[in-house]
């Protein structure tokens, strides 16, 4: 395909960007270190690290491991812990010791924990104790040799820290018992002693990086083998785009909610972010939506990622509206598709738009994303980034015309080595030529913006015809008294398929009726739900994307 979307480019964003600028991403971290070594890098419930802390502490992790663990480079460390400021301590010590990180979601029930340990190979995890009761039942069978415990306080200072232990473990209870022999404590791992033996690894572009665990494009639990290289390639990506943007002078930090082992936050704010040298303000429980607020009123803010599902859940408590939005530059979301009403909203209460990205795990994330200078959501998952390739396929493989819903597929140094240890998998999505088939079904205009359809898995099919989730969710998600909306298909004899919308109310006296006479303005026969199901709530993930699967599954039950 022509590349259609540079001319749509803003003046500049390159066509190429070079992947090999930086041998690895230590060496990208240690430029940043070195550059803004006295501006904070991290703050987390009111304290805060430097960048000159962060490379300190990293190094003693990495000669932690090199060291005392006797780890060789190469070997995988696990993390498992929420956006608390030992993550990226954790994350940069693994990296600089020439080790692969593990993300590991801390919410895993024990059987889910084994499977990624086992698979992985990991051989030490590093777990906050909230977590530890979860490991201490996943440990058997799997590689582990090492066990590093944390403490939520660990970092937060020689006051405030030990308080908030004794408080969140004594008085909150919210450190079930566990017992792993022999582990060591988090604090003793960053002493001086460990720093003083660290020796930095050769690390090379082909060296991985990351395994980045995924439901993946087709299903099942599958770790993504990201390179150096691949990581490199993103955030220089993304940071390209917005370059021209931050000639702001920015007067606050960037407010990292979703958390960092989810790929969305590592790359956009924890990598992309450390090369502009404002600091990450970790938000540690999201879902704590009052708590979120206190946190924003806390300190300036500057820039914001999140999904949508964050998004409507701040717009949806009233104290959200009386946050001081004067240094907000731009809000970036991913993860899921942006609803356009939740995105009007957005700009409404904050002055700020909310431009769309889109990326997945496969891709490090970023694969699109609109121009940073756009005045109003445009619906759009915005235009390829530099040296990315896209096509939109038929189910024959064949590039589709203009306009035609068809799979994206993408090609660019940003794209996966493959999944590790599952070559069937990765030949399922990635062929020989480098193009990853994505799943999702997107249309490309003449500009070169992209429009996402939906997922290929989670198209309802009605007598015939393609019923888009996506856009019937648009719809229900504009009616008033709507707080939330999913659609799936469920199996009807007559039409094969029919339209099922599940709804959380913000306005308790809303009916079905309205919602299917609202539906029927703007959709046409055969999309309009034939069923409303009133919900308190919608299955999530980990970072809020609603889970159409789970709802799928609980349908199929029923009519078994």
Same mark, same amino acid.
Request: net charge negative; proline share 4%; hydrophobic share 40%.
């Given at each position: 395909m022509e590349k259609l979307?540079?001319?749509?480019?803003?003046?500049?964003?390159?066509?190429f960007i070079n992947p090999d600028q930086y041998t690895s991403l230590v060496a990208l971290a240690t430029e940043c270190f070195a550059k803004f070594k006295d501006k904070t890098c991290y703050t987390n419930m009111g304290a805060s690290l430097s960048y000159q802390q962060i490379d300190e502490k990293s190094q003693a992790f990495a000669g932690f491991l090199q060291q005392t663990c006797r780890l060789a480079k190469g070997e995988r460390v696990a993390i498992m812990m929420p956006n608390v400021m030992q993550y990226p301590v954790a994350l940069f010590g693994i990296l600089r010791a020439g080790m692969t990180v593990v993300n590991v979601n801390p919410l895993y029930t024990p059987r889910e924990l084994r499977l990624v340990l086992q698979d992985s190979g990991a051989k =030490?995890?590093?777990?906050?104790?909230?977590?530890?009761?979860?490991?201490?039942?996943?440990?058997?069978?799997?590689?582990?040799?090492?066990?590093?415990?944390?403490?939520?306080?660990?970092?937060?200072? =020689?006051?405030?820290?030990?308080?908030? @232990?004794?408080v969140v473990k004594h008085v909150k209870k919210m450190v079930p018992a566990w017992n792993i022999p022999h582990a060591y404590a988090f604090k003793e791992t960053i002493d001086q002693k460990h720093q003083k033996v660290f020796q930095p690894a050769t690390i090379t572009g082909e060296?991985? $990086?990351?395994?980045?665990?995924?439901?993946?494009?087709?299903?099942?639990?599958?770790?993504?083998?990201?390179?150096?290289?691949?990581?490199?390639?993103?955030?220089?990506?993304?940071?390209?785009?917005?370059?021209?943007?931050?000639?702001?002078?920015?007067?606050?930090?960037?407010?990292?909610?979703?958390?960092?082992?989810?790929?969305?936050?590592?790359?956009?704010? =924890?990598?992309?972010f450390l090369r502009v040298g404002i600091p990450n303000i970790l938000i540690t429980n999201p879902r704590d939506?009052?708590?979120?607020?206190?946190?924003?009123?806390?300190?300036p803010f500057a820039i914001m990622t999140g999904v949508n599902t964050l998004f409507n859940a701040l717009l949806h408590n009233e104290d959200f509206a009386k946050v001081d939005f004067s240094k907000f530059i731009f809000?970036?979301?991913?993860?899921?598709?942006?609803?356009? $009403?939740?995105? /009007?909203?957005?700009?409404?209460?904050?002055?700020?738009?909310?431009?769309? +990205?889109?990326?997945?795990?496969?891709?490090?994330?970023?694969?699109?994303?609109?121009?940073?200078?756009?005045?109003?959501? @445009?619906?759009?998952?915005?235009?390829?980034?530099?040296?990315?390739?896209? #096509?939109?396929?038929?189910?024959?493989?064949?590039?589709?015309?203009?306009?035609?819903?068809?799979e994206l597929c993408v090609q660019g140094p940003q794209v996966m080595r493959g999944y590790w240890n599952q070559p069937g998998k990765t030949a399922e999505v990635l062929d020989s030529d480098g193009w990853?088939?994505?799943?999702?079904?997107?249309?490309?205009?003449?500009?070169?913006?992209?429009?996402?359809?939906?997922?290929?898995?989670?198209?309802?099919?009605?007598?015939g015809f393609n019923?888009?989730?996506?856009?019937?969710?648009? *719809?229900? +998600?504009?009616?008033?008294?709507?707080?939330? *909306?999913?659609?799936?298909?469920? #199996?009807?004899?007559?039409?094969? /398929?029919? *339209? #099922?919308?599940? *709804?959380?109310k913000s306005d308790p006296a809303l009916t079905t009726e309205q919602v299917i006479k609202e539906c029927r303005k703007d959709l046409t026969g055969y999309k309009v739900p034939r069923e409303i199901e009133f919900r308190t709530e919608l299955p999530k993930t980990n970072v809020g994307k609603v889970l159409?699967?789970?709802?799928?599954?609980?349908e199929e039950k029923k009519h078994k």
């Open positions: 979307w540079l001319k749509s480019y803003e003046p500049g964003v390159p066509e =030490c995890i590093v777990v906050l104790a909230n977590f530890a009761h979860v490991l201490e039942q996943a440990l058997e069978g799997s590689d582990i040799q090492h066990v590093v415990v944390t403490e939520l306080g660990d970092l937060l200072g =020689c006051v405030k820290g030990p308080l908030i @232990n004794f060296d991985i $990086a990351f395994l980045q665990y995924t439901g993946g494009t087709t299903g099942g639990a599958k770790g993504a083998v990201l390179t150096h290289r691949n990581m490199v390639s993103n955030v220089l990506q993304a940071y390209t785009w917005i370059e021209s943007f931050l000639h702001h002078d920015i007067k606050g930090g960037i407010i990292t909610a979703l958390p960092l082992y989810h790929i969305f936050s590592l790359t956009a704010n =924890c990598l992309v939506i009052p708590g979120f607020i206190k946190e924003l009123n806390r300190q809000t970036l979301g991913g993860g899921m598709a942006v609803q356009r $009403a939740v995105a /009007e909203r957005w700009k409404q209460v904050t002055g700020v738009p909310l431009i769309e +990205a889109y990326g997945l795990t496969e891709t490090c994330p970023a694969v699109s994303i609109n121009p940073m200078n756009l005045p109003e959501f @445009n619906g759009s998952i915005g235009l390829p980034l530099s040296s990315t390739n896209i #096509k939109i396929v038929d189910d024959n493989n064949k590039e589709v015309f203009l306009g035609t819903p068809g990853l088939h994505t799943g999702d079904v997107a249309t490309i205009d003449e500009q070169g913006f992209l429009r996402l359809v939906d997922r290929k898995k989670d198209i309802i099919i009605v007598s019923v888009y989730p996506n856009e019937i969710e648009d *719809v229900i +998600a504009a009616i008033k008294g709507v707080k939330e *909306v999913a659609v799936i298909g469920v #199996k009807n004899e007559e039409h094969g /398929e029919i *339209v #099922k919308a599940f *709804v959380v159409r699967r789970e709802l799928r599954e609980e």
